[in-house]
């Protein structure tokens, strides 16, 4: 009977020290790898279950979407828009749903106060508009606004696209910081802009 309560003892605390079957202690916070954005010395988290993927398993993900063709075109023009930049991005996909997606690329760095954002919002608006046009859906913007971090000042202009009955939430995001300017699109069905991830962006 001890034996028993020892095996299952030294089982309980393997466990609980997150260890792996080969006795190989696992990173205290392996779990938030995969959703983790380090981009230019800028640090951002997501929601769990984003995780970095390549351009090329993403059109492979999204290929698989049959019931939502005109959303699957869309994603796949940001796409070769942000291809075209020529600069450095990243890609995080939802596991679940690779209609929620983030891109983040290096872009020029803005001195922003509150005149230079709003014309930066107009601009991004307005550009925006004329995409929805010749996507043939429908645009409109929720908000824009400028806000400050201990290490950034951010623009944010949020949107929404629909389709027939089908819509799609949208925001855009640019960062100044220390490490010099990097935008976000965000696209996601649940209304999911991560500005709260974006307020805890840790800037070296």
Do not use: W
């Not at 014309?119 to 010749?134: F, I």
């Not at 409109?140 to 089908?166: A, D, Q």
């Amino acid at each position: 009977m001890k034996k028993i309560l020892l095996l299952l003892l030294t089982a309980v605390i393997l466990t609980g020290c997150d260890y792996f079957s080969d006795g190989v202690q696992k990173p205290k916070f392996a779990k938030f790898s995969k959703n983790t954005i380090k981009f230019r010395k800028n640090t951002i988290m997501l929601t769990k279950g984003y995780e970095k993927t390549s351009p090329e398993q993403f059109k492979t993900r999204l290929d698989s979407l049959s019931d939502s063709p005109k959303f699957k075109k869309i994603a796949l023009e940001e796409l070769k828009k942000i291809e075209n930049k020529n600069v450095d991005f990243q890609l995080f996909v939802d596991e679940k749903n690779v209609e929620n997606y983030v891109f983040i690329y290096a872009c020029d760095y803005y001195q922003l106060d509150e005149h230079r954002a709003a014309t930066v919002v107009e601009a991004l608006s307005r550009q925006l508009k004329d995409e929805a046009q010749s996507q043939d859906v429908r645009y409109k913007r929720i908000h824009g606004r400028f806000f400050f971090t201990p290490t950034s000042k951010i623009v944010k202009l949020k949107y929404l696209k629909g389709y027939k009955m089908e819509k799609k939430y949208q925001a855009e995001y640019i960062v100044a910081s220390r490490s010099g300017g990097i935008g976000l699109l965000i696209s996601n069905l649940e209304n999911v802009d991560f500005e709260n991830s974006i307020k805890r962006l840790a800037s070296k």
